[in-house]
């Protein structure tokens, strides 16, 4: 069953650690650097882990990192798990699950994205206010578990308002810039087209990627506040003129990854105050 192999999964990683991690961590695409200010870390293969899946694409290590950021023991994903990589959606969320069972309640999904709207630039990061699905598929359909969380659960609040503002007012503090908008999941691994950029925006997209989706759904679902902050690598097809490479997004989030680190440092920080 499901939730016997996510136990699996959970119980391995508990006999690797000293301390439950309170915050779980989610990195995109060149944005692993996150690990690297973790302190008193265990990092832990995913190929180790039972059950878990596997991510082959460039920019994403393949680790489930644990350690202190600040006062707060983490749980980062360096590198996350993509429909158009041939997973099912159960194994795409899959580690949304294990987190739950080791006791995380909050969670920050990170990404690397095209941006829609005009105002943007590339290096840009923006918080993520809504999402529009446009998979055509949804991670929870299927026979529920009501271990995990209800039927039908409430997306109203897909992320947190509480954690939202928190985020902002640190940006502030910190004096990091930032737009805040709405994302659109498109499926890939092609890039969007100029026709399906214009629909996007029409729908009220800000910025547009082939992740993070999945998993702000099932965090929902399981109970989790989370926080999404993407980082505009790209303007989006039709938007600009140059054409895309996944080499030109990884260097985009690499140059933005250190603003990022410092904000998710002391955001968890401040989380805890």
């Not at 041939?86 to 969670?107: H, N």
Request: with cysteine; hydrophobic share 40%.
């Amino acid at each position: 069953m499901f939730y016997d192999k996510v136990k699996e999964s959970a119980d391995y990683i508990k006999g690797k650690i000293s301390e439950l991690p309170s915050v779980g961590v989610i990195l995109g695409s060149g944005l692993g650097g996150l690990v690297d200010i973790m302190e008193e870390k265990t990092v832990i293969p995913y190929k180790e882990i039972p059950n878990f899946p596997q991510s082959h694409v460039a920019g994403h290590a393949g680790n489930l990192v644990i350690g202190r950021i600040g006062n707060v023991i983490a749980a980062a994903m360096q590198g996350r798990f993509h429909f158009y990589e041939g997973f099912e959606m159960k194994e795409v969320t899959y580690p949304i699950y294990v987190m739950k069972m080791l006791g995380i309640e909050s969670l920050i999904v990170t990404n690397a994205c095209g941006g829609i709207n005009a105002s943007f630039v590339p290096g840009d990061l923006m918080i993520l206010t809504d999402y529009i699905n446009m998979l055509g598929i949804n991670p929870l359909i299927g026979p529920n578990d009501e271990r995990f969380g209800v039927r039908f659960p409430d997306m109203s609040e897909a992320y947190s308002h509480e954690l939202t503002e928190k985020a902002e007012h640190i940006a502030e503090e910190l004096g990091i810039a930032y737009k805040k908008g709405v994302y659109a999941i498109f499926s890939g691994p092609c890039y969007e087209t100029a026709a399906e950029i214009r629909a996007y925006e029409r729908l009220g997209a800000d910025a547009i990627g082939m992740s993070t989706v999945p998993e702000t759904i099932v965090a929902n679902y399981l109970g989790m506040k989370v926080l999404g902050i993407a980082c505009i690598t790209n303007m989006a097809t039709g938007i600009a003129k140059e054409k895309h490479t996944h080499e030109e997004v990884v260097r985009i989030a690499n140059e933005s990854s250190e603003k990022l680190c410092n904000w998710v440092k002391k955001i968890m920080t401040d989380w805890q105050e």
